[in-house]
């Protein structure tokens, strides 16, 4: 599968690859990170959150792994199909009721 | 209703003249943000509420940009004296409470000219 060990604005991948987008966060006291989906013309559309208290879950096709050390969130994922093509966006925020901090966008095209 | 819902989905104004855009969250959803997304970038945090408070308005760019919620339910963004450096995609989202995952419409895009 392809993946990306630094942010790259753009991933390209087979159907049926399993992809991997990165991203680094800012903010040392976030503690709630969420990746989302946008399809040209649409809103972001949730995929899948995580807390700080974890460092890994997983939803159907895809993971999310947090690394809280380096400061690293990562999606995962499997059998990449060609509506998988969007561009992602990592989040993140912390207590206090502040407001979700978007990430660079990746670009996922799935080619079949 | 079953998702958040924004309107207009395109407004083009001229320079100079003043936009409202409009937002009805999902219902039951205490929390309300804007964000502005440029082309080609990921969405920049404007304001939030919660109920009818706004508590939170520091990305709003300058104080052409005024948002409300007297109601607790349906928000509108306004935009005074509309600049072509305002034009991009104005998204709203709404969430149970705070620090919840954010639902978002599907955004106005603003067209200055």
């Known amino acids: 599968g392809e993946s990306v060990g630094l942010h790259l604005p753009t991933l390209s991948v087979q159907e049926g690859d399993n992809s991997i987008i990165n991203c680094a966060y800012s903010n040392s006291a976030s503690d709630y990170f969420i990746w989302y989906k946008q399809e040209s013309g649409k809103g972001p559309q949730f995929i899948i959150d995580i807390r700080s208290n974890m460092d890994k879950r997983q939803g159907q096709r895809v993971t999310v792994l947090l690394n809280k050390t380096v400061k690293h969130l990562s999606l995962q994922i499997a059998a990449t199909q060609p509506g998988d093509s969007a561009v992602y966006f990592c989040?993140?925020?912390?207590?206090?009721?502040?407001?979700?901090?978007f990430g660079k966008g990746t670009t996922l095209s799935v080619s079949s | 209703g079953a998702g958040v819902s924004q309107s207009p989905r395109y407004k083009v104004a001229k320079r100079g003249q003043d936009v409202a855009l409009r937002c009805d969250p999902i219902s039951g959803h205490v929390s309300l943000f804007w964000y502005q997304q440029a082309l080609g970038q990921g969405p920049e945090f404007l304001t939030y509420f919660q109920n009818e408070a706004q508590l939170d308005k520091s990305g709003l760019p300058s104080d052409r940009f005024f948002a409300e919620r007297p109601e607790g339910s349906v928000s509108t963004l306004k935009i005074q004296r509309t600049q072509q450096e305002d034009s991009a995609v104005y998204l709203c989202a709404s969430s149970l409470s705070t620090n919840e995952k954010l639902f978002f419409g599907s955004g106005t895009q603003l067209s200055v000219l």
């Open positions: 989040a993140e925020t912390h207590q206090a009721g502040t407001a979700l901090i």
